[in-house]
């Protein structure tokens, strides 16, 4: 390619009319790349952490200690090992399913044994 010779430049020069300049490059624009989605799982922790703390305040879900727990654990490790926390996290998940649906089942047997009649 020589300076003399610009047919097989491949780009218009800035300030070419419009309908002249070659579609975008997709893919190279203007400021920082996406995050990537396999850096940990940090929002999914921070959301069993906050619903097994609410789970126990509130519910008296023993089960949600051992979940907070493990979430809090899996929050830490999020950034440093993504595999063990994920591991945790699925660990927090099952304990807080286990708790909510033992604290169902039990409300259901008082009130179905007449328990809550009052």
Do not use: K
Request: net charge negative; aromatic share 12%.
């Amino acid at each position: 390619m020589s300076q003399e010779d610009p047919s097989d430049y491949p780009y218009q020069p800035y300030g070419a009319p419009y309908g002249q300049q070659p579609p975008p490059q997709y893919g190279y624009g203007y400021g920082y790349p996406p995050p990537r989605r396999d850096e940990g799982p940090t929002a999914n922790a921070i959301v069993s952490l906050v619903l097994n703390c609410l789970a126990l305040v509130s519910c008296c879900n023993v089960l949600g200690l051992p979940g907070a727990i493990l979430a809090g654990l899996a929050l830490g490790r999020a950034r440093t090992q993504p595999q063990a926390a994920r591991s945790m996290l699925l660990w927090s998940w099952v304990l807080f399913g286990l708790g909510f649906a033992l604290t169902i089942g039990g409300f259901l047997f008082l009130g179905l044994n007449g328990y809550l009649d009052d």
